[in-house]
T-cell receptor
């Protein structure tokens, strides 16, 4: 049973346009969400996070939106750049449960 | 430089031969964990540790052991490796702040092949 779902295995976006990566979760106890970026042959690196008390968090070109009622979060990258081509993982954790659950990842291709 | 160091980066071994993958972090993080990444399955947590001498199972702990004798080290032990443990393994550490796990720092990964 997948608690964190990234339903799009891949996404292609033109350079300069907006990239939107989606993530759904089923566990209503999750209260902290993170996005990681992964290049081939490297470990994932942290991108941005959001607590369940917020509905938006912004860091430069990256914005994460959280819709608790829909159990949905999204990562917006504006404008998309070639270096954004990578696999993006959504992750979630709950305060009283020490596990961190990752989605399967979405591969983002930025087209020239 | 803040980092998580895993060794070895690549390992080919035979079924049943015990092996250990080491992981060390220099950030004084309380929380450490191991993940495996498989095609189509994303990152799955194997074991995690809240602090020294405190370890617990993640989602896929079968066939693995861990220990946390010191805060900086969190080795992953495969007592009797099998081919289905062929995978890419990542160690990660993170700070615990106000009960939440801040961003994790990941190691470079260990690609293990069991034949």
């Amino acid at each position: 049973d997948q608690q964190v779902k990234q339903n799009s295995p891949s996404l292609s976006v033109q350079e300069g346009r907006i990239s939107i990566l989606n993530c759904d979760y089923t566990n209503s106890m999750f209260d902290y969400f993170l996005w990681y970026k992964k290049y081939p042959a490297e470990g994932p690196t942290f991108l941005i996070s959001i607590s369940s008390i917020k509905d938006k968090n912004e860091d430069g070109r990256f914005t994460v939106f959280l819709n608790k009622s829909a159990k949905h979060l999204s990562l917006h990258i504006v404008p998309s750049q070639p270096g954004d081509s990578a696999v993006y993982f959504c992750a979630a954790s709950a305060y009283r449960d020490d596990k961190i659950i990752f989605g399967k990842g979405t591969r983002l291709h930025i087209l020239p | 430089e803040a980092q998580v160091t895993q060794n070895p980066r690549y390992l080919i071994t035979v079924t049943g031969k015990k092996l250990t993958v080491t992981c060390s972090q220099n950030m004084n993080h309380e929380y450490m964990s191991w993940y495996r990444q498989d095609p189509g399955l994303g990152l799955r947590q194997i074991y995690y540790s809240m602090n020294v001498e405190v370890t617990d199972k993640g989602d896929v702990p079968e066939g693995y052991k861990v220990s946390r004798k010191e805060k900086r080290n969190f080795p992953l032990i495969l007592e009797s490796p099998s081919p289905n443990q062929t995978s890419l393994y990542f160690c990660a550490s993170s700070l615990v702040w106000q009960g939440a796990y801040t961003e994790a720092f990941f190691g470079q990964g260990t690609r293990l092949t069991v034949v």
